[in-house]
């Protein structure tokens, strides 16, 4: 009698320990998807934010273009001359810089703003005419920003020459969404 109570009890404690195991593996599996479903959350207030950053980035890149075009017509001379005569519009007509001692910033697509604010300085300081200031920079790209700007000219019509805010435009245009591939 007593072997079939400890046999009784035996079978009593293995079922209560299946149950048990059975609410704990449910409670587990409804911690795991209450954490992906966290997990989705903030990966899309990640986007959203980084959208909104990028957007902001651009008006203030938009922004600082539009001042620096406006800063250059406002300080450049409307015609210069030389010793060999009237030169013609702005400081010259070639793309060399007023200031070979400055070095121009290189751009390999890191650090985009930073770079921006650099150029919008040289720019500045050089007196750089709009019309040169996107060859000026295809000079000084690097890598993988190389590679897009070969890749930009080739969708474009090739005659045609950029002005730096569409340059830019489209700088941040492709960095922005190679960012949003990542997350």
Same mark, same amino acid.
Do not use: C
């Given at each position: 009698? =007593?072997?079939?109570?400890k046999?009784?009890?035996l079978?009593?404690l293995?079922?209560?320990?299946r149950? /048990?195991d059975e609410?704990h593996?449910?409670?587990i599996?409804e911690?795991?998807?209450?954490n992906?479903?966290?997990m989705?959350?903030?990966?899309?207030?990640v986007?959203?934010q980084?959208?909104?950053?990028?957007?902001?980035?651009k008006?203030? /890149?938009?922004?600082? =273009?539009l001042?620096?075009?406006?800063?250059?017509s406002?300080?450049q001379?409307?015609v210069m =001359?030389?010793s060999s005569?009237i030169?013609?519009a702005?400081?010259?007509?070639s793309?060399?810089?007023h200031?070979?001692?400055?070095?121009?910033p290189r751009?390999d697509? /890191?650090g985009?703003?930073?770079?921006?604010?650099k150029?919008e300085q040289?720019f500045?300081i050089?007196?750089?005419l709009?019309?040169?200031?996107?060859?000026m920079?295809? /000079?000084?790209l690097?890598?993988? =920003?190389?590679?897009w700007?070969k890749?930009?000219?080739?969708m474009?019509?090739?005659g045609?020459v950029?002005?730096?805010?569409?340059?830019?435009?489209a700088?941040?245009h492709?960095l922005?969404?190679?960012?949003?591939?990542?997350?």
């Amino acid at each position: 009698m =007593a072997n079939t109570s400890k046999k009784q009890d035996l079978k009593d404690l293995e079922s209560l320990m299946r149950e /048990i195991d059975e609410k704990h593996s449910k409670s587990i599996q409804e911690v795991r998807e209450q954490n992906l479903k966290s997990m989705e959350e903030v990966k899309q207030e990640v986007r959203e934010q980084t959208l909104k950053s990028m957007e902001e980035i651009k008006l203030l /890149i938009s922004g600082i =273009a539009l001042q620096n075009t406006e800063v250059q017509s406002h300080t450049q001379s409307p015609v210069m =001359a030389n010793s060999s005569g009237i030169l013609g519009a702005g400081w010259n007509s070639s793309v060399s810089s007023h200031y070979s001692k400055i070095e121009f910033p290189r751009f390999d697509g /890191i650090g985009l703003v930073e770079w921006l604010f650099k150029v919008e300085q040289f720019f500045e300081i050089d007196h750089t005419l709009e019309p040169n200031k996107v060859k000026m920079v295809s /000079i000084h790209l690097e890598g993988k =920003a190389l590679h897009w700007y070969k890749a930009f000219l080739n969708m474009k019509d090739r005659g045609k020459v950029y002005v730096w805010k569409e340059f830019v435009e489209a700088l941040t245009h492709v960095l922005v969404s190679m960012l949003l591939m990542v997350l």
